[in-house]
């Protein structure tokens, strides 16, 4: 059942065309970042040639490309989230999956997983740009691999968040909004000092985009899914009926 | 003896902030039988049968559909429901073939019984020439077929259509309404309407609610008993301050 709704899912954000346009500047903005990094290296390169700890090739290019496509998730997601319960119930479509056996749980990860199979679309493309390091230079796989879990984690995170905001709002544009504004003051608290640091995903993302794998970070990311999209099937549950 | 119950719902309340928007109401429906939802705009029909389908919790009250309570067992009593809302709830960007696969899966249609459900569904509908086209592209009484499609394709036992011929031209209403009566042989059918007449051709019980609350409920012959049935609709609404249209 869940596999159903995924798949129905992810072919409603294909035939969208506002979403091929949103990945190609995506591919766009990365490429032309990555380009310029590249660039930027290889200018300098026989300068780095002569240090002792010289930065490699990898976290110079690959670290800060998968740190703007943290970035860019955080402000991308929320447009695709969106369409998945709030435009359903504009469309009045969302009729349909409410008077359907399916339970809210079922509805509810089937719509993450159809999302999280877009990001990851997203984060493998993005990821097989870094690998392109590997034509050239002795590229960092544990690092890359490193990136590309934080990366898909990320998107998790804010795939379960704005599913939850797309849940409680009648109206995609609020939806949308809602969950931006939650991502941003997320991603301020990194910038908070103590505890509140902690609370922000990018500070756990920050320590695996430096290429440090930590159970903690991924305890983290998956309490932060788990958190909203229970608060999600528990908000549907209430409307359904206990269902 | 009489035929088994599909579907019965007893006292059901629902309110929008202070306004009981539904007023305790009871039906039951037996197989095989039409029954009419017969009401004004406002009356509540919509919102007695989202609470009937399982859309929408009612504030008490409770809703049993083949013996299963829907509070209790959703997952078995929707199972055995199709519904049509008011709007018919189709993607747009889908095929038809491809939106009613997709609402025979949801209501868990075993994979061996799906192309032969489909083409029955689409027989039935006349959609046999359009299971390619894009619902987008479709007229509205189209739509509306399809959406009779989706409510029917599991072959359930109740089927909910919420005023499925409001917006259409004469002909396609009467093969919405010949559709109905067919349903009704092998299916029990709730048909929600402010249309009197409607009621008259395809229904064989009828419930009339004004401002949510049910004034009559009982069988067309004991509504023209009480005198001829437009009077008696009119009498039984005379407080609603509006005519049926």
């Known amino acids: 059942m869940i596999r159903i709704l995924a798949r129905k899912d992810l072919h409603t954000l294909f035939s969208a065309p506002s979403t091929w346009m949103m990945l190609a500047l995506l591919q766009f903005i990365l490429g032309w970042f990555f380009l310029a990094r590249l660039d930027d290296y290889l200018q300098v390169q026989t300068q780095l040639a002569q240090m002792d700890d010289a930065p490699g090739a990898t976290i110079s290019i690959a670290a800060p490309l998968a740190n703007l496509l943290a970035l860019l998730l955080m402000m991308l997601t929320p447009l695709f989230s969106m369409r998945l319960i709030a435009e359903e119930r504009r469309n009045q479509t969302w009729l349909l999956l409410s008077t359907s056996p399916l339970s809210s749980a079922q509805i509810v990860l089937g719509k993450f997983a159809g999302l999280l199979a877009l990001l990851s679309l997203v984060i493998l493309a993005a990821v097989a740009m870094m690998a392109l390091l590997a034509l050239g230079t002795a590229a960092d796989a544990g690092l890359i691999l490193c990136n590309l879990l934080g990366l898909w984690l990320l998107a998790a995170a804010y795939a379960a968040l704005g599913l939850y905001f797309s849940a409680i709002s009648r109206q995609p544009v609020v939806a949308a909004f809602t969950a931006l504004a939650v991502s941003v003051a997320l991603w301020l608290l990194e910038m908070a000092g103590g505890t509140l640091r902690a609370l922000s995903p990018n500070t756990h993302f920050q320590n695996l985009n430096s290429g440090l794998l930590s159970s903690a970070d991924i305890v983290y990311f998956i309490l932060f899914c788990v958190f909203f999209l229970l608060l999600t099937i528990h908000h549907l549950r209430r409307e359904r009926g206990g269902h | ?245």
């Open chain 2, 1 to 245: 003896m009489p035929a088994p119950t599909t579907l019965s719902a007893r006292n059901l309340v629902c309110s929008h902030g202070r306004h009981r928007v539904v007023d305790d109401v009871s039906l039951e429906l037996r197989r095989g039988e039409v029954l009419g939802l017969l009401g004004h705009n406002g009356a509540g029909k919509s919102t007695t049968l989202m609470m009937l389908s399982g859309a929408l919790q009612p504030d008490s009250g409770k809703v049993e559909v083949c013996d299963f309570d829907l509070s209790r067992r959703p997952d078995l009593g929707k199972a055995c429901l199709g519904f049509l809302p008011e709007h018919p709830p189709l993607y747009r960007d889908m095929r038809v073939d491809d939106q009613l696969l997709f609402a025979a899966r949801l209501h868990k249609l075993d994979k061996t019984h799906l192309s032969e459900h489909l083409e029955l569904a689409k027989r039935r509908c006349g959609l046999l020439d359009h299971g390619r086209r894009l619902i987008g592209d479709l007229s509205k009484g189209y739509q509306q077929r399809v959406g009779i499609a989706q409510a029917i394709i599991h072959r359930p036992a109740v089927v909910i259509l919420d005023e499925p011929t409001v917006g259409l031209d004469p002909a396609q209403i009467r093969d919405i309404r010949d559709l109905i009566c067919e349903l009704g042989d092998s299916s029990s059918v709730i048909l929600s309407t402010h249309l009197l007449h409607e009621v008259e051709q395809v229904c064989d019980r009828a419930v009339i609610l004004r401002e949510g609350r049910a004034i009559f409920n009982g069988t067309l012959d004991e509504l023209r008993a009480q005198s001829d049935i437009e009077s008696s609709f009119l009498r039984l609404n005379a407080d609603a301050g509006s005519t049926p249209t």
